[in-house]
């Protein structure tokens, strides 16, 4: 599976975005699917899943902000981001699952695409 994360971009603090995660050389119907990002100085931390029937999971922090969301169709996740802010500022990376290990963990997903930057400006 070769992923490809595009959307990002400078906005200022309260803006919107919308990533996309586009797939190609597997169907993305029976991957979980997961966000990652990775700030300056940090290590890469757990956004937002979504299993291969369409559970959902949140880190705390863009409970209610963020959504993901996947069409199988058109092999493409989604992560719209709303109400976005300086902290949200970082490098996010999509990544199809591919062990049964916890899907917080980078280590659950063994593909990964490279990332696309999101700046918040306050």
């Known amino acids: 599976v070769q992923l490809q994360a595009s959307g990002g971009g400078l906005v200022k603090a309260g803006d919107s975005l919308r990533l996309s995660c586009a797939a190609s050389g597997r169907t993305l119907s029976t991957y979980g699917m997961g966000w990652f990002r990775q700030a300056p100085g940090k290590e890469r931390e757990f956004v937002v899943a979504i299993t291969w029937i369409g559970s959902t999971a949140y880190t705390d922090s863009v409970k209610g902000r963020f959504t993901i969301s996947k069409d199988n169709a058109k092999a493409t996740v989604y992560l719209q981001m709303n109400s976005l802010k300086p902290e949200d500022t970082a490098v996010y990376y999509c990544?199809?699952?591919?062990?049964?290990?916890?899907?917080?963990?980078?280590?659950?997903?063994?593909?990964w695409g490279r990332g696309t930057l999101v700046t918040v400006s306050s």
């Open positions: 990544a199809a699952r591919t062990a049964g290990s916890s899907p917080y963990s980078p280590a659950a997903y063994g593909y």
